[in-house]
């Protein structure tokens, strides 16, 4: 006998790439996660593109489409959020669904600055709101793995960890100057973009980051205007009317953690060869361990009780964070998408429960405030402290 699921009602907020990304996570939760009882149900998407916004209808099974997105926060029907617009909108909107009393799921980088991302969790810890920051690569099983080992001592101490996210997407000279590249619409660079990722990663594996050494630069200082308004950061714009690139291409930070771990991060948004080379090392006084994004259902682990020298591949299986849900056994792969399926269910799972589940506006806060720190210091040339509350190795 069919048992009745409890409809929870969707509102999307821009029809780009990551929102049809959160689309296709919410319609995989009955089949991943059957156990919350859920069915979302596609209320209305806005877009200020309406072609854009009729799309949703047209393609991803939205029941309504608007171009104003207080439609979508005033509709009753609404009982969840996603925010997946431009960095200059998110302040806006998230104060905007804070006001409302929605859940929501917003993307990273949750402001463009410490003062805009401080604003929004600020909003929705006044208003008691569960919330969601795309954080999604803690959510591969690999690092479930590795959170589990050092959570039980097996890499002893640690003693070091390094983190490196190098990308090609702005390799290009030619490359389109999109907003992206704007400092009033996107904040920081690739800070914001990739290694407040890292920054997260980090901290959810280690612990708090005290304070940063840090260096920036940017190498390809200028670039033409989009040809189209539905240009991306993948695109070119050869010949165009060129304009100053204003946020960083390159960051390189040495880092202090509160247990005493040091760090290293680097980032780039312009590396020629790496297309998206997102690792994690983590090292420590019993065995250390590696994983990289583009062999995501692959960890490396080496503990110096094992007989065997040097690394040890684990390929994920059953039992390692919610890689059961997605495929039987080792050996076949979980994708970028599944990554984004296991973020829904952790957002709805909390607004369910009233209980947060996943990174929540507090753990965005705390990236923005590394990101802050490293800004800083790269403008000073010094060590700069990181304000925080602790929200690291005992946060969700």
Known sequence: MATSKLRLGVGLISVGWMGRLHTRSYKAIPERFPELGVEPRLVIAADAVADVAQQAVDHLGYERAT?????????????????????????????????????FWIEKPMGRNLAESA????AASD?????????????????????????????GTITNVR??????????????????FERDRAGSGVLGDLLSHGFDLATHLVGDIDAVSATTGTYITERAKPASANASHFSTSAGGEKKPVENEDV?????????????????????????????????????????????????????????????????????????????????TAMGFDDLKTIEAAKFLTSVLTGEQCGPSTQHGLAAARVVDAVERSAQLKARVSVTHSSVGRDGV
């Open 163 to 180: 983190v490196s996210f190098l990308a090609d997407y702005a390799s290009d000279p030619e490359g389109a100057l999109t907003w992206r």
């Open 119 to 122: 604003e929004i969790a600020r």
């Open 67 to 103: 171009t104003d997105y207080r439609e979508v926060l005033a509709d009753p029907e609404v009982d969840v959020v996603s925010i997946c617009a431009p960095n200059v909108l998110h302040k806006e909107l998230a104060l905007a669904a804070a006001a409302a009393g929605k859940p």
């Open 127 to 155: 208003v008691g709101l569960v919330t969601s920051v795309g954080f999604n690569y803690r959510n591969a099983p690999a690092i479930a793995y590795s959170r589990d080992l050092i959570a039980r001592g097996e890499l």
């Open 251 to 331: 960051a390189l930070v040495i880092a202090t953690f509160a247990s005493g771990a040091i760090g290293a991060f680097e980032a780039s948004r312009i590396a020629v060869g790496p297309r998206a080379e997102y690792v994690i090392e983590v090292y420590g006084t019993e065995g250390s361990l590696r994983w990289d994004f583009q062999r995501m259902n692959e960890l490396q682990v080496s503990l110096r009780r094992e007989a065997h020298h040097g690394y040890l591949t684990l390929y994920m299986e059953p039992g390692m964070g919610e890689y059961a849900r997605f495929q039987p056994g080792a050996g």
